[in-house]
């Protein structure tokens, strides 16, 4: 009997756990899709901006000598697989060829892997995990980024996160951000009596920028949130395996128990029998 309870057991904490991955899965799946759906619209956007800032004049050029920044985009969350070291490995070989300028990183689980290499962020932020909580993060992201620039801490910016290749699918990319690439040069804008060439630059590299990392983390969630949806869909489908062999086993033992209890009746009435017969 106590085989059996084990059993019962073993059957109701599967279950559990097959109805807590079921709802995971479905999470998953409604944050993959709202992180696809803006994805054209994004991209769209920052390419308008980007022409737009060929038609500013030019800013001053960076100097040589200041150092260059990675922003990591890795992840808070698990069940993503080897997600999180395969960008640090990257934004670790980027860092490499750049020199060891500020980084930023977005997600804490990074933090443990980039001790290991003996580097410590210049600052760190909660990775997000929808679309809803980007523009939370972004806004004060862009600043820090502008005020390291401002400050002549910061030449050179480049990102480091997933680029989507389907559901389960990704690959770790550096997406340069600053120095803003030159686009085709259009007819410069006036001077403008409400305000000046440079701020009016300034306004518009702030855009290119939170747009250019809307697109890149948008790009992140779907990679990290297919990447879940897939991982619970394969832990569901072994639960469902492990629940159904338990429910056979389960089965077999009520059975062997039974079969045990009818040979055991049949033993004590031939016994009955036997005993009666000596009797008379």
Not at 17 to 37: D, K, P
Request: include cysteine; glycine fraction near 6%; charge should be positive.
């Amino acid at each position: 009997m106590s085989r059996e309870l084990a059993l019962q057991r073993r059957l109701r904490t599967l279950a559990t756990l097959e109805e807590a991955v079921t709802a995971l899965r479905a999470l998953s799946a409604q944050h993959f899709r709202a992180a696809r759906a803006p994805l054209a619209a994004a991209r769209l956007y920052r390419d308008e901006v980007q022409r737009f800032l060929g038609a500013l004049e030019p800013g001053r050029p960076a100097a040589d000598a200041v150092p260059t920044g990675i922003v990591l985009v890795a992840s808070d969350l698990g069940l993503v697989g080897d997600y999180t070291p395969r960008l640090v490995r990257e934004a670790l070989a980027l860092r490499a060829e750049h020199g060891a300028g500020p980084l930023v990183c977005l997600g804490r689980r990074a933090l443990a892997p980039l001790a290991k290499a003996g580097v410590i962020p210049a600052s760190v932020q909660a990775a997000p995990t929808s679309v809803a909580a980007l523009t939370t993060l972004l806004v004060p992201l862009v600043d820090t980024l502008l005020a390291l620039r401002s400050r002549g801490e910061l030449g050179a910016l480049w990102l480091v996160a997933a680029r989507f290749e389907g559901a389960g699918a990704y690959t770790p990319v550096r997406v340069p951000v600053l120095p803003i690439a030159p686009t085709t040069p259009r007819p410069r804008i006036g001077v403008s009596p409400y305000g000046t060439a440079a701020a009016l630059r300034s306004t518009v590299v702030r855009e290119v920028l939170y747009a250019s990392l809307f697109e890149t983390l948008l790009e992140s969630l779907a990679s990290e949130h297919g990447m879940r949806l897939v991982t619970a869909e394969s832990a569901r489908v072994w639960l469902l395996e492990r629940i159904d062999a338990t429910r056979r086993r389960a089965a077999a033992l009520r059975l062997e128990s039974s079969t045990q209890e009818v040979l055991e009746m049949v033993a004590a009435a031939r016994s009955a029998r036997r005993a009666a017969a000596d009797h008379s």
